[in-house]
């Protein structure tokens, strides 16, 4: 096969939505084997770049596009997802395309089912049926060519977000006719174990000599992985070339025109008052099941949760919500809430910003208005304007928009209108509005897992500075559970270290990577409350 061979060009695209341009006169093409990293600021054209080479109704719906590409050197006319696929291209989204009803084997082999024949003819395929065995065993074979176990039984809606995004992997590579791989942010919820393991995997692909374009916010694993680098911004290329050329400085430069400041947190003693703790603490969250967590929480710290994928750093979010059983005790100021709904418990001063924030953080069809105010409506009935008449008063619609303009500011979302639908905001004001309506239920405790999941290098940046400031001028507690170590070193007092659901370590965010990795690992690790 001929690597230097261009599998897919793309001429002068460009595209406007009424009259803004989100796209204009980008060109690149992608040679047998490549792979192309594109990156780029929130907001810059990626998504749009990606619907149309995957053909998503979107595009057609909104006056389709301006430009050219091709596939071979044959010209792809403005089509659907199905065309799309027919030419060898597959897409793994950074939003799931998984139907949460079905099996994981079901959504691996959809649309390629194996199927056997009534006649054993194959002109008589309506007389026919799923082979549930075969299908089986080649999901099953898919998902060992990327490291994992899982029961191809069980269903989507049962498994962790980071399963989810390994069989959303599995079901793009679960073809023999793929040319061409659309990844889009695959590595933002998995830790650096897991990507490495990952990156491996992509590479073995491209050395197969099917394409790859892949687009991640994750930087290092841009210049480690692509042969070549497109930076947009504002619909614009403004890079374009040889990863080897390229330095990490530069691309988040190019990305956002501008230096960008990283967030540190400053040096501090915090007095050991306990206001939550753990006691033997489970969760049964498949996938990711919290064995056992035995913690104390000190009051205005920022304590940092991280496992490797699977291991349980997610389940602590999910139990404090209800969503999983739990199992152990859990104290609140010297409280038992063990037994407290969510509900109470938010009352009691504790909120919770789970990591799948489109599934269970945000009502993506409403308002931002609506979104912010929606825990503090539910709970407090705090925009009402008759708050003893609870769910019969109308809401206060003025205080809630005082409230709006006053979270835009404090974290600088950036949106048109407080009426527009929270679906059409990048994700990093996405995560804001989410972490908007969290804070104006006004709390002492707040559990976020994975806040930087999925928005830009600026915007992470600047998400760590305001969490931050509202830990040190808002007195809020921080319990933050996160695949981004880095991270949790820059801002957190201490960082737990799970390990097969239980806590291996406790760390500070000094200790060096040998005593993290040994931590993450299962064989060595220390308590250290200090």
């Known amino acids: 096969m001929d690597q230097n061979k261009t599998l897919l060009k793309v001429t002068d695209l460009t595209k406007h939505y009424d009259a803004e341009c989100a796209l204009k006169d980008v060109s690149f093409e992608v040679k047998r084997g490549e792979i192309l990293g594109i990156v780029g600021a929130n907001g810059s054209g990626k998504s749009t770049l990606l619907n149309i080479l995957y053909g998503h109704p979107v595009i057609k719906n909104t006056g389709g596009y301006m ?157 480690g992985i692509c042969d070549s680098v497109m930076v947009l911004r504002d619909g614009n290329c403004v890079n374009y070339q040889k990863s080897e050329m390229c330095t990490l400085k530069g691309l988040a430069n190019d990305m956002v025109g501008a230096q960008i400041k990283r967030s540190e947190k400053n040096g501090r003693l915090i007095d050991k008052e306990v206001i939550m703790k753990f006691d033997a603490y489970k969760v049964a969250y498949p996938g990711e099941v919290l064995e056992e967590l035995t913690l104390e929480v000190y009051k205005n710290e920022i304590i940092g949760i991280t496992s490797l994928s699977g291991h349980g750093k997610l389940a602590v979010g999910k139990g404090l919500m209800d969503f999983y059983p739990t199992g152990g005790r859990l104290w609140f100021k010297g409280e038992n809430i063990t037994e407290l709904s969510c509900r109470d418990r938010f009352r009691k001063g504790i909120s919770v910003l789970c990591e799948d924030r489109k599934e269970v953080g945000l009502l993506l069809e409403h308002s931002i208005k609506d979104n912010i105010g929606f825990t503090a409506n539910q709970v407090f009935h705090q925009y009402k304007k008759y708050p003893k008449l609870k769910i019969l008063s109308p809401l206060n619609q003025k205080a809630l928009a005082h409230s709006v303009d006053s979270y835009k500011s404090f974290l600088d979302i950036k949106f048109q209108s407080m009426k527009q639908p929270v679906k059409q905001l990048s994700g990093g004001n996405q995560q804001k509005v989410a972490l908007a309506r969290c804070l104006a239920t006004d709390p002492e405790v707040l559990i976020i897992s994975e806040p930087t999941r999925g928005i830009d290098i600026a915007a992470k940046e600047k998400l760590l500075d305001y969490l931050r400031i509202i830990n040190e001028k808002n007195n809020v507690t921080l319990i933050i559970a996160s695949s981004e170590l880095e991270e949790l070193q820059r801002l957190c007092d201490r960082i737990v270290v799970l390990s097969e659901g239980k806590c291996q370590a406790v760390l500070p965010p000094t200790a060096n990577s040998g005593e993290f990795g040994l931590a993450l690992s299962g064989i060595g690790g220390a308590i250290n409350n200090d």
């Open 67 to 223: 430009g050219e590409f091709y596939i071979e050197g044959v010209k792809i006319k403005q089509n659907e997802p199905y065309d799309v696929m027919k030419l060898g291209i597959g897409m793994v989204h950074q939003e799931f395309a998984l139907f949460n009803e079905l099996t994981v084997a079901e959504n691996i082999k959809l649309c390629k089912e194996h199927t056997r024949s009534i006649t054993g003819l194959n002109r008589y395929q309506e007389l026919s049926w799923i082979d549930d065995e075969k299908n089986r065993q080649s999901a099953e074979e898919t998902l060992r060519t990327l490291g994992i176990s899982l029961d191809t039984s069980s269903k989507i809606e049962s498994l962790s977000t980071t399963m989810k995004q390994f069989v959303e992997l599995a079901r793009a590579l679960n073809r023999e006719d793929l040319k061409l791989l659309i990844l889009d942010e695959p590595t933002a919820m998995l830790n650096d174990v897991d990507s490495k393991i990952l990156m491996g995997l992509i590479d073995k692909v491209a050395k197969k000599g099917i394409s790859v374009i892949f687009v991640s916010h994750r930087l290092e694993e841009v210049l």
